[in-house]
């Protein structure tokens, strides 16, 4: 039981050292010196979301495959709430691409923007240091104007829709899908906490890195927001 635990730990390590890396700025300027200006423009973030998709199909793959054992099961009257929770979660996920611009988020944008040879935009536009705050795929902020070194917008911080019940929609919607499992095996419970841990350091590293840029006002959003609290973010936005 333990060897298998630690089997599936170093199997989720894997995915979030490989899914970091391609999404820190660090990563962005390796695969531009190895892949090219223009390639990162056009195909990085589409290549990078059929990696992470195929990355994660790798990973139910191996659990579904490996011996695991029932730790806990949730009492049967319980079981259709979780669902309801986990169903739920995914909707609140999908619903912060309506105030998204979710072609560019998936990389369509970008590789409509492609063509033979060239890219339409001017491969210098952006910031000179290629930070467009996507050190873990922010998702609270909206794309538009000038480019990131992997063709990106610049972002315009998002207040409306789930952004103004709390900052990190998207990774609640992954908590809430993962955690709320009314059947609890050893394996799953090891990808539980590893997911939950790893959404909630996003969270905290890019929110550290936007408090540092005045033109946000972040800390302001922080003030009006939670970060994670649903339950507080729906009391806020009905008193407003």
Sequence with gaps: ????????MAVCACFVTIHSFMVSNRGKMFFQRVLGETFMKCWYRVMFVILSAIMMSGVYLFLATIHDDVLFV????????MHIVQVGGMFFGMASLLV????????L??????????FDVNL??????????????????????????????PFELVTTGVYSIVR?????AGILMITFQPVVTYNWLTVTVMSDLYFIAAAIKEERALQKLPEVEYCKYMDRVPMFNLLAGIY?????
């Design 100 to 107: 998204l611009n979710a072609p560019e988020f998936f990389g």
């Design 236 to 240: 806020r936005r009905c008193k407003m």
């Design 109 to 118: 944008s970008q590789a409509k923007r492609y063509k033979p040879g060239k």
């Design 168 to 172: 990190h929609p998207i990774y609640l």
């Design 1 to 8: 039981m333990i060897v298998q635990v630690f089997s599936v």
């Design 74 to 81: 949730f009492p049967s009257w319980m079981k259709w709430p």
């Design 124 to 153: 210098n536009a952006g910031n000179p240091d290629g930070f467009a705050m996507n050190l873990v795929t922010n998702l609270s902020f909206h794309l538009s104007g000038s480019l990131s070194i992997d063709g990106l917008s």
